[in-house]
């Protein structure tokens, strides 16, 4: 069936670091792609997308691109701030009813 | 406008006793999704609604469980017999139709069996 794996966190980084959050699916045909994070105390919110293949997310200084021939969707950004400290996550959907999450990945920035 | 609300925001009951938890959708939005979210487990799938009906039941993890919707608005989740692995982050999301891309989450009920 569909899945998602993406790293095992969490993840220290230092302000200003690039950073890159892995994540790789199995699915049946060529669904849509998602970053969801999680900010302390709040809901999670989707940061971006990508709906078809080499297509590249963005939001927020993040990106990621939608890589067919490795199954891939891998989160970077540039230079990360302590305002991004939050959990990750990594989706696809499944039909109308249900989004497939990875297990989250806790990233720590430190000033 | 108003996001997605889910009430109470923290719960704890004692193990056995019945607990409903409540989850009221952005207007207009047809969808409804529940999800658990426990430590170390991720994010697990349990039911949606498209307006009041939920085509797919079999997400839910016994027949402990249970939800309904009414007047294509607000869900209610109601777990019976609480036992201790039922505490977890139960999530609310609805979007604008089903096979709609983007879920809008709630902030989640936090629930405590002890």
């Known amino acids: 069936g569909d899945s998602v794996t993406q790293m095992e966190g969490p993840v220290t980084l230092s302000e200003e670091a690039f950073l890159t959050i892995n994540c790789t699916y199995t699915a049946t045909g060529y669904p849509s792609l998602f970053w969801y994070v999680q900010y302390p105390g709040e809901g999670l919110q989707l940061l971006l997308k990508a709906t078809k293949a080499d297509d590249k997310g963005s939001n927020k200084g993040f990106e990621a691109t939608y890589r067919k021939e490795t199954t891939s969707f891998h989160l970077e950004k540039g230079s990360v701030q302590v305002s991004d400290s939050a959990v990750y996550f990594c989706?696809?959907?499944?039909?109308?009813?249900?989004?497939?999450f990875g297990k989250g990945t806790r990233l720590h920035i430190l000033p | 406008g108003a996001g997605v609300s889910q009430s109470p925001s923290n719960k704890v009951t004692e193990k056995g006793k019945d607990v409903e938890l409540r989850c009221d959708p952005i207007?207009?939005?047809?969808?409804l999704y529940w999800y658990r979210q426990s430590l170390g487990q991720g994010l697990e799938f349990l039911i949606y609604?498209?307006?009041?009906?939920?085509?797919?039941k079999s997400g839910l993890p016994s027949d402990r469980f249970s939800a309904e919707r009414t007047g294509g608005s607000v869900s209610t989740l109601t777990i019976q017999r609480t036992q201790q692995e039922d505490s977890a982050v139960y999530l609310c999301?609805?979007?604008?139709?089903?096979?709609?891309?983007?879920?809008?989450f709630g902030p989640g009920t936090r629930l405590t069996v002890l």
């Open positions: 609604f498209q307006g009041n009906s939920a085509p797919d």
């Open positions: 207007s207009g939005h047809t969808a």
């Open positions: 989706a696809l959907p499944q039909g109308d009813d249900k989004i497939i």
């Open positions: 999301a609805s979007s604008l139709m089903a096979g709609v891309d983007e879920q809008f």
